[in-house]
């Protein structure tokens, strides 16, 4: 992402502009999304900012009894376990 902030009302047109049933997929709408974003020269946004943001924007559209944008949900990335003791003794004592 550059130094230039995404403006409030730029980022809604575009947010509005991709809402809805325009996507389908997370994929599609975060690749418009930061397509929109290095259109209007703030550089690509991060799918944990985008999906913040478009959070954001709902939960202010709820709050003023509004209907929320539709978006697709941003897919849930599983949690890497790190390896336990026990694994790195058996890794050590294999020789690998």
Known sequence: MSDKKWGKEEFMNSFYANSGKKHTAWS????????????AKTGSI???????????????????????????????????????????AKKIMSGK
């Open 46 to 88: 991060t799918e944990l900012r985008l999906a913040m943001r478009c959070g954001a924007v709902n939960a202010q559209l709820k709050k003023a009894g509004m209907d929320a944008w539709a978006f697709p949900a941003r897919p849930k990335k599983a949690a890497v376990k790190p390896p336990s003791v026990a694994d790195i």
């Open 28 to 39: 599609g709408f975060h690749k418009a999304m930061s397509a929109a974003a290095t259109k």
